[in-house]
């Protein structure tokens, strides 16, 4: 009897302890940015984005140049995307961003380049890792004292598709109009990456979009805070429409 007894609260206790919830270790992301141009090395804000990236974490910019969604795939590099997926899923999150549209705009339809994208997420998620849709940097080309919105039903396209796969989305090309419409065409001009080019960018453009892709990323995924490093005077101007040389 009293062996019994003795058992009782042990029998309790050891119940409690398979009924709680096991406690979740968060993983720090690890970021696989991919995309065309205006995200690649050398005229995209991948790298500006990165160097915001605080370890643990950890990242690659694997943007190319002149890329769509199709001919990234049948270059490889999304296959090595994928694979970069497969091999940090046990020690990271793997966080896939995907911005395409510059180009795809120029060779296939919305339609096309939506089931592109949903091909790509399915991709990602099979891996493990979480795909992130980001609408595409806006071009900086001005018209009656406004920026020349001609990537407006790609940005649809890219967030229909997210909210049909259930996926985050950052909407960049909003965010990045709004702001060089803010500072107008002449300040804008100090961001490009060649005189005329208003479609890349050069070392201080990287640095703001970059700083403006990581404050909205914030804003969906608020775990993410203790990952990326702040900058508070950059992010302050960026959101009141002030126009930032990139040293704040």
């Known amino acids: 009897m009293r062996v019994l007894q003795a058992l009782i609260p042990l029998a309790a206790f050891l119940g409690q ?3 709680a919830p096991k406690h979740q270790v968060k993983k720090a992301p ?14 995209g804000w991948g790298d500006g984005f990165l160097r915001y990236v605080a370890e643990p974490a950890a990242g690659v910019n694997a943007g190319k140049s002149g890329a769509t969604t199709v001919s990234y795939r049948a270059s490889g590099l999304w296959d090595t995307a994928i694979a970069g997926v497969t091999e940090h899923v046990e020690e990271f999150e793997p966080i896939v961003t995907i911005q395409f549209g510059h180009n795809d705009q120029k060779v296939m339809t919305t339609e096309e380049y939506q089931s592109n994208l949903t091909t790509l997420i399915a991709d990602v998620k099979a891996a493990g890792g979480t795909p992130i849709i980001i609408t595409s940097l806006t071009r900086r080309t001005f018209s009656g004292g406004s920026v020349v919105q001609n990537l407006e039903d790609w940005r649809v396209a890219a ?10 989305w950052l909407d960049l090309n909003n965010a990045s109009t709004n702001y060089i419409n803010a500072i ?11 005189a005329k080019d208003r479609t890349h960018l050069n070392t201080a453009g990287e640095t703001v979009f970059g700083r403006m892709v990581a404050d909205l990323l914030l804003e969906k995924r608020c775990d993410l805070e203790p ?22």
Do not use: M
């Open 17 to 19: 302890a398979a009924a």
């Open 30 to 43: 690890y970021f696989i940015l991919t995309g065309d141009s205006t995200v690649a090395v050398n005229g």
């Open 159 to 168: 967030i229909a598709t997210a909210n049909e796969a259930g996926i985050q």
């Open 184 to 194: 107008g065409s002449a300040n804008a001009d100090e961001y490009n990456l060649s």
């Open 227 to 248: 990952y990326i490093i702040p900058n508070e005077a950059l992010s302050a101007k960026i959101w009141a429409g002030e126009f930032a040389t990139g040293d704040e």
